[in-house]
Each structure stands twice: as structure tokens, then as C-alpha cells.
């Protein structure tokens, strides 16, 4: 589509404006709607068109992009207005679940609309920058019609036809965030339980750690794939009861400086688990095999 194209955001919290800033900077004609009213006067000043009721905001557009806090303000918000959706594509970057994308996909199809879903890995701040990148599934054709006016809100990436592919990804890929700003905390909890340990000294040293370690994520998916399709052996391993070992003494050194170890009993569990099962190293594939079973 041409940049003479016009999209509608709805949603205008400070994700939802900073789409619709992306938008007016890329020149196009953007149609804005937020439940309060007052938060339209940012993208306002920035030449959007503020519309003054669902039905405007939808109709105002034949691309309507949506953030809002959860799928059911989705559906509580485009209700009112399904006749409308005939001939119109919805783009949700709502975050949500792959049950709940599906559902909202099957009804917007009802009502004649095109539907991608979506997932923003960004924070506000990084949007249409080039460490922004959202996540897209649904229908190719329906992706490749949008793809460059997608592309203003940061890296475009198509997942596959799928639909709940981009929100099982921005989950996982929030899981993995979530993950390692746990183990920031714990060790950074440690590593001030004595006068002299810093929170910004000690972090000096965590970031090239952890920059090294995430090399060996692809050498480790790699095993994970093999595993799925050939049960093949995995390349990086290391025997169970060094593992279990180590991971003692971070929980006693966590207990004699006064640091929770509750963070880390779940994982000791799980090695004592694959330890008890027979194995007597510790993998990847096991590991993720062990969490796909354990649930």
C-alpha cells in the first residue's frame, strides 16, 4: 500500500501512540481512538485525525491496528461495530494467548474482516527504531498486502498461517526476558549481601557473562531440533551430579547471605527429576523434554 494509504489505531495507551507516532512520521494518514479521550491529543498534535467513536475510527480506515489491555476490551470494543469490519483487515498487537487469537480471528472472519495477529517486541520507546521488531501470523496474502505499512512500526517478521504462532512467541520470548531479569535479581541480591558488592560493580561483569553464554542458545536450539527429529545426541552436555553440585552450593551461598533460594528450588527439582529418571547428564533436549511432560 501506498503511503497515501490511511490506518486507524485503536488504543492509545504509550504503546498505542507510539504506533500511531510511527505512522505520522512514515507521512500516513492516521485515524486515531482511545476510550478517554484525552489521550488522543499527543497523536493529534502530530497531524492524526481524532475520531470520535468506534464506528468513525473503524470506518476510517481500511487498516485498523489494535492495542489495547487484553482480548476481551478487543471484543468488548469492536462489537458495537462487527458490520463494519466487512472488507476491512484487523491487525491486533494486543497482547494474548494463541487460544484467544484463534477465537478472535474466527470472528472477524463472521463479520467479513481479513485478521493478523501480532506481537510487539518492543517497548514504546524502541518502536520503528531498528530494535523493534513485531511478530505477525495469519494469512500470507493478508501480511503481504500490509507488509509495508507494517514495517513502519519496526522489523516486520511473518511467523507462518498459523495465527497463533505470533502470540505463543511474544509469550516465549517474554518468558525468556522474565527468566533472565529473575536471575538478575537473585544474583545481584547475592552479590550485595556483603559492604563491598555493588549492584553496578557486580553488572559489569554479569553483562559480558551472560553476552558469552548467549552464543551457546543456537548451538542448544540446534540440539533441541535434532532431538525432536532424530532422538541424535546432543552436542553440549554436562553430567547430572555436576550440575546438581553447582546449583547447591548457589542455593547454600544464597541461604548464608540472606538471599531467597525459592528461585532456584524449582531447578534443582527438575535435575533431581532427570537424575531419578536415569540420566546422568544434563542436556538441552532433556531439559526441554522434561518441561513439555512435567506440566
Given at each position: ?5 490511511p490506518?486507524t ?11 500511531a507516532a510511527?505512522f505520522?512520521t512514515?507521512?500516513?494518514?492516521t485515524?486515531?481512538?482511545n476510550?478517554?479521550?484525552?489521550k488522543?491529543d ?7 485525525v481524532?475520531a470520535g467513536?468506534?464506528?468513525?475510527a ?5 487498516l485498523?491496528?489494535?492495542?489495547l ?8 470494543t469492536?462489537?458495537?461495530v462487527a ?9 491486533n498487537?494486543?497482547n494474548g ?6 477465537e478472535?480471528?474466527t470472528w472477524?472472519?463472521?463479520?467479513g474482516?481479513?485478521?493478523?495477529d501480532?506481537?510487539i517486541?518492543?517497548v ?13 501470523s495469519?494469512e500470507r496474502s493478508?501480511?503481504?498486502?500490509y507488509?509495508?505499512?507494517?514495517a513502519?512500526?519496526g522489523s ?6 498459523d ?18 531479569f ?10 550485595t549481601?556483603?559492604?563491598?558488592g555493588?549492584a ?6 554479569l553483562?559480558p ?6 552464543r ?18 546432543p552436542?553440549l552436555?554436562?553430567?547430572l ?7 547447591a552450593?548457589?542455593m547454600?551461598a ?6 531467597s ?5 524449582s ?6 527429576a532427570?537424575l531419578?529418571q536415569g540420566?546422568k ?15
Amino acid at each position: 500500500m501506498s503511503n497515501a494509504s490511511p490506518v486507524t489505531v485503536l488504543g492509545l495507551g504509550e504503546m498505542g501512540r507510539a504506533l500511531a507516532a510511527a505512522f505520522l512520521t512514515a507521512k500516513r494518514p492516521t485515524t486515531v481512538w482511545n476510550r478517554t479521550a484525552a489521550k488522543a491529543d499527543e497523536p493529534v498534535a502530530l497531524g492524526a485525525v481524532r475520531a470520535g467513536s468506534v464506528t468513525e475510527a473503524v470506518t476510517g480506515s481500511p487498516l485498523v491496528v489494535v492495542c489495547l489491555l487484553d482480548y476481551g476490551i478487543v471484543r468488548e470494543t469492536l462489537e458495537p461495530v462487527a458490520g463494519q469490519l466487512h472488507g476491512r483487515t484487523v491487525v491486533n498487537l494486543t497482547n494474548g494467548t494463541p487460544t484467544q487469537a484463534s477465537e478472535m480471528a474466527t470472528w472477524v472472519a463472521e463479520h467479513g474482516g481479513d485478521y493478523l495477529d501480532g506481537g510487539i517486541m518492543a517497548v514504546p520507546t524502541t518502536v520503528a527504531t531498528p530494535e523493534a521488531f513485531i511478530l505477525y501470523s495469519g494469512e500470507r496474502s493478508v501480511f503481504d498486502t500490509y507488509r509495508g505499512v507494517l514495517a513502519e512500526l519496526g522489523s516486520a517478521r511473518y511467523l507462518g498461517d498459523d495465527i497463533g504462532l505470533a502470540s505463543l512467541y511474544d509469550l516465549a520470548l517474554l518468558s525468556g526476558m522474565n527468566k533472565m531479569f529473575d536471575g538478575f535479581h537473585h544474583a545481584v541480591a547475592m552479590a550485595t549481601s556483603r559492604q563491598e558488592g555493588s549492584a553496578s560493580g557486580f553488572t559489569e561483569l554479569l553483562v559480558p557473562w551472560l553476552t558469552n553464554m548467549a552464543r551457546l542458545l543456537p548451538v542448544f536450539a540446534a540440539d533441541v531440533d535434532a532431538d525432536l527429529a532424530t532422538a541424535a545426541d546432543p552436542r553440549l552436555t554436562q553430567g547430572l551430579d555436576v550440575q546438581i553440585s553447582a546449583l547447591a552450593n548457589i542455593m547454600n551461598a544464597s541461604g548464608d547471605a540472606g538471599v531467597s533460594t525459592a528461585p532456584l528450588e524449582s531447578s534443582m527439582a527438575a535435575l533431581r527429576a532427570l537424575l531419578a529418571q536415569g540420566h546422568k547428564v544434563w542436556s538441552s533436549p532433556a531439559s526441554v523434554r522434561q518441561l513439555r511432560t512435567s506440566s
